[in-house]
């Protein structure tokens, strides 16, 4: 059974920088889609980044050139990195997966892409 564990969340100032991770589990697949999601109150879900198993990424605008996704394939975990963090970054943050490569890596993030395999978030609160 595949199981995705999210961590690396906090309260960390306006400037701040934090690295979430995600460790799956029963995943053991050669090709995948992998990415991070966040949802803040009363808003909806946002797609921040993903990754393909060629090594393909793929960011939301809001994000570009402050956070970075990356996966260590031997220990089977998910990164994302957030530097220049800014209070609308406040958000509860998800990873997920899918045991296949990305139909198209622009889209998963910037559409309602449904994986199959997702955590259960790990927050990140930014203050001013």
């Known amino acids: 059974q595949v199981q995705l564990v999210e961590s690396g969340g906090g309260s960390v100032q306006a400037g701040g920088s934090l690295r979430l991770s995600c460790a799956a589990s029963?995943?053991?697949?050669?090709?995948?889609?992998m990415g991070w999601f966040r949802q803040a109150p009363g808003k909806e879900r946002e797609g921040v980044a993903a990754?393909?198993?060629?090594?393909?990424?793929s960011y939301a605008d809001s994000v570009k050139g402050r956070f970075t996704i990356s996966k260590d394939n031997a220990k089977n975990t998910l990164y994302l990195q957030m530097n220049s963090l800014k209070p609308e970054d406040t958000a509860m943050y998800y990873c997920?997966?899918?045991?296949?490569?990305?139909?198209?890596?622009?889209?998963?993030?910037?559409?309602?892409?449904?994986?199959?395999?997702w955590g259960q978030g790990t927050q990140v609160t930014v203050s001013s």
């Open positions: 029963g995943y053991t697949y050669s090709s995948y889609c």
């Open positions: 990754i393909d198993s060629d090594g393909s990424t």
């Open positions: 997920a997966a899918d045991p296949w490569k990305c139909p198209d890596i622009v889209v998963v993030v910037t559409a309602k892409y449904e994986y199959n395999y």
